[in-house]
């Protein structure tokens, strides 16, 4: 079976979530990567270590238009006779996944968390990722949209080959008048720990206990809608229904009182830890671990044992 995986490399590196989109395509069939290569080739060979035996590289494709994307990715996958195609389910694959699938008149399986069954179902996320269904493409050939962090990364060794590729991509939907990077030493759609907080910190001046706690656990720090609304953090932050959808392994909020809509962005999250004066806080009913108490005595001291144990080994 010929796969083809579209990756996206305009932030200058290949990220967490197009190696597990490679290696979940691998484990499937063939796989081909396509990519608008941002980067160097040498960089692009090492996709063979997640399963990549060849990388199409259209250099061309210097933004993320839809339109033009959706061009380049069709061309890829008729020229390679692909009939599976893989995107994780970033911000990149929710506005092309759908328009690939159209394209190519081929279903569309989004929000996938497993590899496909021996019948070819496939599992996905559904209702905001509250329940699990499964979803089975009768099409000659498929779309699926890989939920980030759903599936691990096992590295092992090898090289594909890279090939330049040319594609008429047509005109752009849009014109890119300024292009602002996420700052951050651990980008959060990646992020394997989160610490997030909310109003609960009374003000962006009292962020320094939040981040001192992310620091000490290596992990990227979140925020609740309502801060990011109010500018006391970035936008890039805020995780929710209508802000990043993350499933980190460990999920620890501060000061949120757990409104379905946020919950809707972490539910995902393998372990919830949740900090709250309120033990009636709504997000106690969805967490692992709670703490009742004010975040400004939780979060120090918490961040004082984690420092103890790491002196200690």
């Not at 759609?189 to 962006?204: C, T, Y």
């Amino acid at each position: 079976m010929s796969v083809l995986v579209y990756i996206d490399t305009l932030n200058g590196k290949i990220a967490k979530n197009a190696m597990e989109a490679v290696q979940y395509g691998s484990k499937i069939g063939s796989t081909t990567v396509v990519t608008n290569g941002a980067i160097g080739e040498s960089e692009l060979a090492e996709l063979g270590n997640v399963g990549a035996s060849k990388v199409l590289v259209n250099r061309a494709l210097t933004t993320n238009d839809a339109a033009q994307t959706t061009r380049l990715i069709k061309a890829a996958a008729e020229s390679v006779s692909a009939t599976t195609i893989v995107f994780s389910q970033d911000l990149t694959g929710k506005a092309v996944a759908p328009r690939v699938s159209a394209a190519l008149k081929a279903g569309l399986a989004s929000g996938a968390i497993a590899l496909p069954e021996d019948d070819g179902a496939i599992k996905v996320n559904v209702f905001s990722g509250k329940a699990f269904g499964k979803v089975k493409v009768n099409t000659a050939s498929r779309v699926i949209a890989l939920t980030p962090n759903s599936v691990g990364v096992e590295v092992g060794s090898g090289s594909a080959s890279v090939e330049e590729f040319s594609a008429d991509l047509g005109n752009g939907s849009y014109t890119v008048k300024e292009v602002k990077k996420q700052e951050g030493d651990i980008l959060l759609p990646e992020a394997e720990l989160v610490v997030s907080a909310g109003r609960g910190l009374k003000g962006p001046e009292n962020w320094g206990i939040v981040e001192d706690l992310a620091k000490s656990l290596g992990a990227a720090t979140a925020c609740s809608r309502p801060v990011a609304d109010i500018g006391w953090r970035p936008h890039h932050e805020h995780v929710g229904q209508t802000g990043v959808a993350i499933r980190p392994n460990l999920y620890i909020a501060a000061g949120i009182s757990g409104a379905i809509q946020h919950l809707a962005g972490v539910n995902g999250s393998k372990v919830i830890v949740v900090i709250n004066t309120d033990p009636e806080a709504p997000f106690f009913k969805a967490a692992d671990y709670g703490i009742i108490g004010d975040a400004f005595e939780v979060l120090p001291k918490l961040t004082a044992e984690i420092q103890k144990l790491k002196a200690q080994n």
